[in-house]
């Protein structure tokens, strides 16, 4: 049986070799860009972190969109094959469906998601930072 934090780091390398980008210039910034996000969450807020990145994204390809993804496919995925009342009555439905579930929660519970999201990001930083899946 593999722990929780096999399963956030199994998660973080799969979403690197797929969502970061593979040139250098472009990686650095990626990489400087997932640097702050865990700043931005304690110091905003989950909810405000995340409205903020998805406003400024440019679409899909976008690195805050990029980051909301996977943030919100990890809740989802502990929500589904984890812990079923993680994220009580989400269905994987759209961005704004994500939010207004977020914006639902009561403050343990939003803690406890914030929390999750924290200690995943760490992998992802991780990560990020030894250049996993980057072609030279």
Partial sequence: MRTLGQKRAEYALEKINTKAPKN?????????FIAGSTTMILQNGLIQALAFWLSKSSGE??????????IRDWLNYKNKDINNNFLP????????????????LDQKQYLVVQRETLSMLEWV?????????LKE
Avoid: M, V
């Avoid at 390809?61 to 996977?70: E, H, M, T, V």
């Avoid at 990560?127 to 996993?132: L, S």
């Fill in 61 to 70: 390809n976008s690195k805050q969109y990029k980051l909301f993804r996977i």
């Fill in 24 to 32: 250098k210039e472009e990686r650095k910034e990626f990489n400087s």
């Fill in 125 to 133: 930083k991780r990560y990020a930072n030894a250049n996993i899946g």
């Fill in 89 to 104: 009555g989400y269905n994987n439905g759209s961005d704004e469906d994500f939010i207004r579930k977020l914006c639902e």
